[in-house]
T-cell receptor, first 117, second 118 residues
Framework: AQKITQTQPGMFVQEKEAVTLDCTYDTSDPSYGLFWYKQPSSGEMIFLIYQGSYDQQNATEGRYSLNFQKARKSANLVISASQLGDSAMYFCAMRDDMDNYGQNFVFGPGTRLSVLP | EPEVTQTPSHQVTQMGQEVILRCVPISNHLYFYWYRQILGQKVEFLVSFYNNEISEKSEIFDDQFSVERPDGSNFTLKIRSTKLEDSAMYFC????????????????FGEGSRLTVL
């Protein structure tokens, strides 16, 4: 069974500083995808970044980067130069690519990030 | 930009009533999902749908729940006899493909339907 762990229920960061949100996952499948989503207080789910299990390089999208350590089964999100608008709930998710009859996305419990001015 | 749309945005119902939540996924997507989130907490998987049938469902998705894709565009979640604990935000999501499509296959979420059961 797939499982996503986010050990930080809440994090604080000073504006303009970098912050790392932890995510570890558990799967026995060799092919999978890892995702981070942001959920601001307005409630929508916003896709941030993706890492495939076979990708050799860590994914980057603007101020977001994913620190992918496959052997440790971790996929931490790094946000550089934090902005007040980054205050939100952040969810790590994994997609199982081995299922020929569909796909399953599993979400972690989330980390609430608060950016301080 | 194509988007997933959900209706209603908010529904209030009495316990024991039936509720239908509607979703229009992105047109070229193949995989459809329902998730629920109670009070901004964990995003819980309910069901996934592919090739006109349920591909996977969670323990939450018991006999009171059903999904349908009646006309090739809508994707509905029906809750037959609502309970107080069904109060939550229900998200519909769709994705194109996980592999072989060249994309990331990320989930595209609708804005959610907030269900309040009294």
């Amino acid at each position: 069974a797939q499982k996503i762990t986010q050990t930080q229920p809440g994090m604080f960061v000073q504006e303009k500083e970098a912050v790392t949100l932890d995510c570890t996952y558990d799967t026995s499948d060799p092919s999978y995808g890892l995702f981070w989503y942001k959920q601001p207080s307005s409630g929508e789910m916003i896709f941030l970044i993706y890492q495939g299990s076979y990708d050799q390089q860590n994914a980057t999208e603007g101020r977001y980067s994913l620190n992918f350590q496959k052997a440790r089964k971790s996929a931490n999100l790094v946000i550089s130069a934090s902005q007040l608008g980054d205050s939100a709930m952040y969810f790590c998710a994994m997609r199982d690519d081995m299922d020929n009859y569909g796909q399953n996305f599993v979400f972690g419990p989330g980390t609430r990030l608060s950016v301080l001015p | 930009e194509p988007e997933v749309t959900q209706t209603p945005s908010h529904q209030v119902t009495q316990m024991g009533q039936e509720v239908i939540l509607r979703c229009v996924p992105i047109s070229n997507h193949l995989y459809f999902y329902w998730y629920r989130q109670i009070l901004g907490q964990k995003v819980e998987f309910l069901v996934s749908f592919y090739n006109n049938e349920i591909s996977e469902k969670s323990e939450i998705f018991d006999d009171q729940f059903s999904v349908e894709r009646p006309d090739g565009s809508n994707f509905t979640l029906k809750i037959r006899s609502t309970k107080l604990e069904d109060s939550a935000m229900y998200f519909c999501a769709s994705s194109e493909s996980g592999t072989g499509g060249g994309g990331t296959g990320e989930l595209f979420f609708g804005e959610g339907s907030r269900l309040t059961v009294l």
